[in-house]
């Protein structure tokens, strides 16, 4: 085990979050489907999403349903080994309309990055989403520094 593991050995990550028209839950395979569909309707905006202008995700072709599937077993895996947070976020009919990101800074030693986007058509959310997932991070997790990047 790592001498500075992300979270202490007796933390235990929440499952769960619920907010005024969202909710959040772990990503997994169960939400390839729907994840494609969410995130492939959406690029542009969130390739326009603070904490992801950066970034070569998502990638402006596309990617196809199997390499979805493997990104998000990839999540799953790092929610299971405590190295990172994925969590999808469902509107209150179960559809995937977003995801949040919570993982350790590579640059900033001791600073938990988080990023998070929702749909186009649901971008009025990412204020909503913003708000609700800095508080819980605030009152129900171990991080003493954020940097929480979003379109809020």
């Known amino acids: 085990m790592s ?3 992300f979270v202490p050995h007796d933390f ?3 499952t ?3 907010a005024d028209g969202f909710r959040l839950e772990p990503l997994g395979p169960q939400h390839n489907d729907a994840d494609h569909a969410a995130w492939t309707s959406s690029i542009e905006h969130i ?3 603070p904490g992801f202008l950066e970034r070569s995700w998502p990638p402006p072709a596309g990617m196809s349903l199997a390499d979805n599937l ?3 077993e990839s999540h799953a895996h790092d929610f299971q080994a ?3 947070f994925t969590y999808t976020v469902l509107d209150d009919a179960g559809r995937v309309i977003g995801c949040v990101y919570i993982y350790p800074s590579h640059a900033d030693a001791g600073v938990t990055e988080v990023r998070s986007w929702v749909c186009a058509d649901r971008a009025e959310l990412d204020g909503p989403l913003h708000r609700a997932v800095a508080a819980w991070l605030a009152s129900d997790w171990p991080f003493e520094k954020l940097r929480y990047r979003s379109g809020a």
């Open 3 to 5: 001498e500075n593991p």
């Open 82 to 84: 405590r190295t990172g």
């Open 70 to 72: 493997r990104d998000l």
């Open 47 to 49: 390739r326009a999403t």
């Open 12 to 14: 235990v990550a929440p």
């Open 16 to 18: 769960r979050l619920a």
